[in-house]
RNA sequence: CGGUGAUUGGCGCAGCUUGGUAGCGCACUUGGUUUGGGUCCAAGGGGUCGCAGGUUCAAAUCCUGCAUCACCGACCA
């Protein structure tokens, strides 16, 4: 490709509305333009990447065995009735009605339709397993997006899904789909990291997030100092602390607290470490018999954070997890929420694993303005449970029981999930299996977000000067930089001669044809990102030499022009 | 959805307090100059000042409403 003929559409200065690294670059390197809130045009050099990334995802499913599809984006809203996501999706589901007033969906995802076509395309046991993927644009209409196409509205993924008689070719097909996406982030060139995204309610761990590391990632993850266990933060568990309770020394006596409601006040005022201090949260329970909810105390040590996913999931805990109001709060406690604690609640109490360990502790007098000090659990509180209900912190022992925990940002690039019978069973998907007995289907369902790839990939390899490829990727593999090419016939042909030599060894070259200074050209490819830069001067070529220059190191070597193209292939690594 | 802020040429911004019908840099066009790291000089083209209404002799500027966009928060198979 040459510039002249390309549509380059590079900029110097950044849009005012990108935040992130990755979405200023997208910008200034000519490869998306917003169109509308989490929407974006793709500019050729975009499109050229997504594209790479599109191709190496295809290419591994492929070897591992899934079958490309393609699916309506406008689906019809009976289907997500049946499956009675027209109801629970709300807001994130973008209706619209056509002429007819029938009303439609642009699919955010395709659980629904796949499993109407294979319904009625599979009907024998014989069929299966089977493993059907496509990639295509989503829409989901996000509260907030934002980061570019990070997170934008519209966006560009591919979505396996499974289809099986049992739990064990599930596994299989789920164990295929966690290689298979190793492989392609191996491919990729990105540092990535699969990570448990939850446990238990199918038994074993049954679902992966892969993340791509990086700094403005918007979700946390905890990885083990020293081994492979990394888990994202809401999954981490906490494990209780080590040793036993130290025993109650202390007398249980009531102290003024005035103006303290916050653990880091009380904490101040009385002199004492946070870690001392109990915090007691009140959320709603499931309603009883009288259609009513109680509250349920939840205590938790001053220095930890109520992990809100381990909540929800407590037996007997309202889901979605609701706070108690102010109001509620004071009419179970006749004090506000800055002055409460668990000892002499008539409610159920809930103790994390490491307040529950805590002798001597402070906590709340449920009186406006007081606490307790000297309180322990047993002595104080005769009936508590204890639940692990905290999100881990740094320095927490890790649950596979080897090292410590530590925490990194990460951006989630894929999911794979075992889904089990969830949409086949609303559906009525199912087979005929050898005994001739009609069996519901199980089913696995495996997504990666490819734009969203292209932008961590940004994430992770970018310098002052723009965007560093890895060569998996690149828009174009090889930049060609004349050195005055209108003033010098010799770099002209020269050029035009090592453009047709790349492009027939079937290499990406994107040569650099315009009449522009060289300062122009160099600040150009870098920023677009292109790996692997020749530049032809006249200095060299009085020797047969071209100047390599790799974009991700700064090597620069002389080559011999007759060399070119070997040296160039063999740079290239992938 | 709540909070905050923004909206002036393709992009980045000034002008608004104190009303008098718009300016700078980049980009673009033309001519010259320069040529291994975003040259320099000159001459040009391009704007219903987000939309609607109001106040006023006069509104980018003051008032009201709306829209769009962004940031923080909540939310996110």
């Not at 990194?408 to 690039?413: L, P, Y």
């Not at 200074?517 to 490819?525: I, L, S």
């Amino acid at each position: 490709m040459r510039t002249s003929q390309y549509l380059l559409s590079t900029v110097k200065e950044t849009p005012s509305d990108a935040e992130i690294i990755s979405h200023k670059l997208m910008l200034r390197a000519g490869m998306v333009r917003r169109l509308g809130t989490g929407m974006f045009s793709y500019l050729p050099t975009g499109v050229r990447v997504l594209r790479k990334v599109e191709q190496i995802v295809r290419q591994e499913m492929n070897k591992a065995g899934a079958i490309e599809v393609l699916l309506p984006m406008v689906q019809p809203a009976e289907l997500w009735q049946e499956s009675g996501r027209w109801h629970t999706m709300d807001a994130e589901l973008l209706r619209f009605k056509d002429r007819h007033q029938r009303d439609y969906v642009l699919g955010p995802t395709h659980e629904e339709v796949i499993t109407d076509l294979v319904r009625r395309e599979i009907t024998s046991y014989k069929q299966l397993p089977l493993n059907l993927y496509q990639i295509q644009t989503k829409f989901r209409d996000e509260r907030r997006p934002r980061f570019g196409v990070m997170r934008a509205r519209e966006f560009m993924m591919k979505d396996a899904y499974s289809f099986h008689l049992g739990q064990d070719s599930l596994q299989q097909t789920y164990d295929a789909m966690y290689r298979a996406y190793c492989n392609i982030f191996n491919r990729l060139g990105l540092d990535y990291r699969p990570v448990q995204a939850d446990s238990g309610a199918i038994g074993g761990s049954v679902s992966h997030e892969f993340h791509v590391l990086a700094e403005s990632g918007e979700d946390a993850i905890a990885f083990s100092d020293s081994s492979d266990y990394a888990a994202n933060i809401e999954m981490a568990e906490a494990l209780a602390p080590e040793g036993s309770k130290a025993a109650a020394d202390q007398a249980l006596s009531e102290i003024a607290t005035p103006a303290a409601g916050t653990v880091a006040e009380v904490a101040a005022l009385l002199n004492i470490a946070p870690e001392t201090v109990a915090k007691t949260l009140f959320v709603l329970a499931d309603a009883g018999d009288d259609g009513k909810q109680q509250l349920i105390a939840l205590v938790l040590r001053g220095d930890h954070q109520l992990n809100e996913l381990k909540a929800e999931k407590l037996a007997g805990v309202a889901s979605p997890l609701q706070f108690a109001t102010d109001e509620q709060i004071r009419a179970l406690c006749g004090a506000g929420p800055g002055s409460v604690g668990p000892v002499g609640l008539k409610v159920r109490i809930v103790a994390d694993r490491s307040a529950a360990h805590l002798a001597d502790f402070v906590a709340g007098a449920n009186k406006d303005g007081f606490h307790l000090t000297g309180v322990n659990w047993a002595r104080d509180i005769a009936e508590y449970e204890i639940a692990d209900i905290r999100n881990i912190v740094t320095g927490d022992p890790s649950p596979c029981g080897f090292g410590k925990l530590i925490i990194k940002r990460g951006i989630e690039v894929g999911h794979i999930f075992q889904l089990g019978e969830k949409y086949s069973k609303a559906l009525k998907a199912g087979v005929l299996n050898e005994e001739g007995k009609h069996q519901t289907m199980t089913m696995g369902c495996y997504g990666v977000g490819v734009s969203r790839i292209v932008a961590a990939a940004i994430e992770q390899n970018h310098d002052d000067n723009g965007i560093i490829w890895p060569d998996a990727i690149a828009p174009f593999q090889v930049a060609l930089i004349p050195m005055n090419m209108h003033k010098s016939v010799r770099i002209a042909e020269v050029t035009e001669q090592l453009y047709q030599q790349l492009t027939a060894a079937g290499i990406e070259v994107l040569f650099d044809d315009r009449r522009e200074r060289p300062g122009v050209m160099f600040a150009d490819m870098e920023l677009v990102g292109i790996p692997h830069t020749i530049v032809i001067g006249e200095r060299n070529l009085d020797n047969q030499q071209v100047e390599y220059k790799n974009r991700r190191t700064g090597e620069k070597v002389l080559l011999d022009i007759a060399d070119v193209i070997t040296e160039i292939q063999q740079k290239i690594t992938c």
